[in-house]
């Protein structure tokens, strides 16, 4: 038997590959970050080339690393199959005679298509788009972008009705370009982030298409997160290997923290902050303005979620770090926030690309308030810290508001690291936060579904009776004090929001 998985893991803000030996150990990382394009207010684009080439890059440094620390080389033929997990939304569309990108992707932050958005509410579509597909319509999503490419990429229109053209997310597109154009898939947790796909029937909603005018020949099938997506062509690695696991990275991180049942919930700090909830096999319909989403789909039966999504969290001390050049890098922030203390009254609204859950505010933008005199660098990034955790706590009393109960949350992602956000994020949560041995659960994700396909592995219980708890927070300080700064937040949030109803 084969002995490895490789795992791809495309994000925001760069393009990954873990290589996993069988006890799901990892071997080899490779990483390249990619230019991000804003060309104009609220647009965020990526070219989808570069996203290929850093993804293939990626997996090539993930093997070679592997060999150099087994001490010896690792070939194709000694990889068992690839799991792909991915940026969710962010929309492509491709020519399928030559695999090239029709116009630079629109990424899921972009904001661009936010006053169509608002006609098709004014027009009273929401409850449609809610009830099938679990989303509240929002520019965060595929549907709206694959329109205005359609639209304003010349004859893009014509030549998609013609079958010349196809739509992806972003794993589909590399799907497409590692099996040199053989498969056209998705899987349902991607397709659940489209709002095109029915979450209740699995299927692509005919309603919807109409509703954004988007022709069916576009779309991918829709597949379990465990299946055959076929093989690569045998001239990226030098032999086929099959690609056997895809999953949206929001659910692949939480499929890798274990969240196997209801209830339990997993908050992933990458360049935005996702928390989801799971809920078995019912789809709970949020009355705060939560997502309901697809968890998993295993042997064609789905799992579904709650989510909340935060667009700027990473991103947020990214800017600080690139756009204020305040730090040199991630890891000084937790030195100064050490230095800070824990009565700062200085608020940063990350709002850069406006509000996500449970707001859902477009046209909201960035602010720091509570200036003063003594304000520095130290409190400006300690500020962007806490923002973080604050806005977890939104998210966490819209999911308390629809009567679940959640003492409990599994954290992952990078900013995890940061011993004192998890202490300040327990102190404003008030529940147990938990870090698991491996931080890497987005591509642990995709290595399990991976697996699974495989054989490699026989059950969710297998997998679930190998989390390790790597560290623990309990919340230190009083309620008093956690009432105090979180209401000093909704006051900074309240007076961010925008004049949009």
């Keep these: 038997m084969n002995k490895y998985i490789l795992a791809i893991d495309q994000g925001t803000t760069s393009s990954r590959a873990l290589l996993f030996d069988g006890s799901f150990r990892i071997l080899g990382v490779g990483q390249h970050e990619f230019t991000q394009y804003f060309p104009d207010n609220g647009w965020v684009e990526h070219d989808a080339e570069e996203i290929w080439e ?7 440094d993930a093997i070679k690393a592997a060999g150099r620390h ?3 080389p690792i070939d194709a033929n000694d990889i068992a199959g690839i799991g792909i997990t991915n940026q969710r939304e962010t929309t492509v569309v491709w020519d399928r005679a030559s695999g090239k990108p029709i116009a630079n992707a629109i990424v899921w932050q972009d904001r661009r298509t936010a006053d169509y958005c608002d006609e098709l509410r004014a027009a009273g579509h929401e ?11 929002d520019a965060y999503f595929s549907a709206s972008k694959l329109r205005w490419l359609l639209d304003n990429v010349p004859d893009a229109r014509l030549r998609a009705e013609a079958g010349e053209l196809a739509f992806g997310t972003v794993d589909s597109f590399l799907l497409w370009r590692l099996t040199g154009g053989k498969s056209h898939f998705t899987d349902a947790t991607n397709a659940s982030r489209t709002q095109l796909f029915n979450i209740a029937s699995q299927e692509w909603d005919t309603r919807l298409l109409d509703l954004f005018s988007i022709p ?6 829709v597949k379990d997160c465990a299946s055959d997506f076929g093989a690569t062509d045998p001239s990226l690695f030098g032999a086929a290997i099959p690609i056997a696991g895809m999953i949206g990275d929001q659910q692949s991180a939480a499929f890798g923290q274990c969240c196997f049942e209801a209830g339990m919930a997993k908050s992933t700090y990458g360049t935005g902050c996702f928390l989801l909830m799971n809920t078995g096999a019912d789809i709970v319909r949020s009355e705060h303005r939560l997502l309901s989403t697809v968890a998993y789909r295993l042997n064609g039966i789905s799992s579904y979620a709650i989510e909340g999504s935060i667009f700027m969290a990473g991103a947020t001390m990214q800017w600080i770090r690139d756009g204020l050049k305040l730090i040199d890098d991630a890891a000084a922030s937790e030195a100064l926030a050490m230095e800070t203390g824990d009565d700062l009254s200085v608020y940063l609204v990350p709002a850069f690309t406006g509000l996500g859950a449970p707001y859902w505010d477009a046209d ?10 003594d304000t520095g660098i130290k409190e400006v990034v300690t500020a962007g810290l806490l923002s973080v955790c604050y806005q977890t706590r939104d998210l966490v009393e819209a999911i308390r508001g629809d009567g679940a109960t959640l003492d409990s949350l599994r954290v992952d992602g990078g900013m995890a690291n940061n011993d004192w956000v998890m202490q300040k994020l327990a102190d404003v949560l008030g529940c147990n936060v938990q870090r698991p041995t491996l931080v890497e659960t987005t591509a642990l994700g995709a290595a399990f579904m991976a697996s699974l396909q495989l054989g490699h592995v026989d059950s969710l219980d297998s997998l679930a009776q190998d989390w390790q708890l790597d560290s623990s927070w309990q919340q230190v300080q009083t309620e008093a004090w956690r009432a105090r700064h979180y209401t000093g937040w909704l006051d900074a949030v309240a007076r961010t929001r925008s004049s949009r109803p």
């Excluded at 850093?54 to 090539?60: V, Y």
């Excluded at 069916?216 to 099938?221: C, D, G, K, N, T």
Aim: charged fraction near 5%; hydrophobic fraction near 45%.
């Design 127 to 137: 409850p449609l788009v809610q009830g099938a597909t679990g989303l509240l319509i």
């Design 216 to 221: 069916a020949s576009l779309l991918p099938q």
């Design 54 to 60: 850093t993804t293939l890059a990626s997996c090539h």
């Design 364 to 373: 909201a933008r960035g602010a720091l308030y509570g200036l003063t005199r």
């Design 70 to 72: 087994l001490g010896t």
